[in-house]
């Protein structure tokens, strides 16, 4: 059985960096490309970023290039998005997902996903 936890949000002033935790088991991770996606209030699920099955390939949703990181450790099977310069519209509920495919910046290619975590980054 496939069990993902996520850890690590919260709220922080505009400005700060905040770092997210994703802990799988139940599956051999080092073969799952790996993404984040949030959902903001009243809107639909985005993609923020992904990586593939050793950390070599990484993607981001262009408005947090450059701010945010994902990268991951294949012997704790943990991913993680760390967040900087965090703004307000960065507000949302943030959910770790694992795929087999390589379509990483589709939320239809991934099987299996996190329960979700609020990151509030007031003004």
């Known amino acids: 059985q496939v069990e993902t936890v996520q850890f690590g949000g919260g709220l922080e002033q505009a400005g700060d960096s905040l770092r997210l935790s994703c802990v799988v088991s139940g599956l051999t991770f080092s073969r799952y490309v790996m993404g984040w996606f949030r959902q903001a209030p009243g809107k639909e699920r985005e993609f923020v970023a992904c990586?593939?099955?050793?950390?070599?390939?990484?993607n981001y949703e262009d408005s947090v290039k450059g701010r945010f990181t994902i990268s991951r450790d294949n012997v704790q099977n943990t991913v993680y998005l760390q967040m900087n310069s965090l703004k307000p519209e960065d507000t949302a509920i943030y959910f770790c997902?694992?795929?087999?495919?390589?379509?990483?910046?589709?939320?239809?290619?991934?099987?299996?996903w996190g329960q979700g975590i609020q990151v509030t980054a007031s003004s």
């Open positions: 997902a694992a795929s087999l495919v390589s379509s990483c910046s589709d939320s239809r290619a991934y099987a299996y």
């Open positions: 990586i593939n099955w050793n950390g070599g390939i990484s």
